[in-house]
């Protein structure tokens, strides 16, 4: 399991808005998300296919839990959204599953999605 936090220069109310509206998801993460459902989505990337999607847990304002139907039980995306409230700092936290042969790897992709996430909330 990786567990990394980003400091992102944004409202935590915005950062929500980014890890839960589904069109805003689109922005940054995925190339397409179509909805079967309320709480089913099926994740679309160019030419890695698609992944289908059930969002497993939802704190308004704060988290977003997904379990991809196709991995193992007990393993999910998280986004979660932090403010400490003595600095004021913003974090994205992102939980994920991965081999331990490709945890360097996928750091990397979160660290370019969470760049490409900071871009598009203007958050520079």
Same mark, same amino acid.
């Given at each position: 399991m990786l567990e990394m936090?980003?400091?992102?220069?944004?409202?935590?109310a915005i950062l929500y808005d980014f890890i839960?509206?589904?069109?805003?998801?689109?922005?940054?993460?995925?190339?397409?998300? %179509?909805?079967?459902?309320?709480?089913?989505?099926?994740?679309?990337?160019?030419?890695?296919?698609?992944? /289908?999607? *059930?969002?497993? %847990?939802k704190i308004r304002g704060k988290l977003v839990r997904f379990s991809y139907t196709d991995s193992p039980k007990g /393993?999910? *995306?998280e986004f979660e959204v932090i403010k400490d409230d003595l600095t004021g700092d913003v974090l994205m936290k992102v939980t994920d599953f991965c081999d331990e042969d490709e945890a360097e790897f996928n750091q990397q992709v979160w660290a370019a999605d969470m760049e490409h996430l900071t871009s598009v909330v203007g958050a520079h």
């Open positions: 936090e980003f400091p992102i220069r944004s409202s935590p839960s509206n589904t069109s805003n998801i689109t922005q940054w993460f995925c190339d397409d998300l %179509k909805t079967k459902d309320k709480d089913h989505y099926i994740f679309i990337w160019e030419g890695e296919g698609s992944r /289908e999607v *059930l969002v497993e %847990k /393993e999910f *995306l």
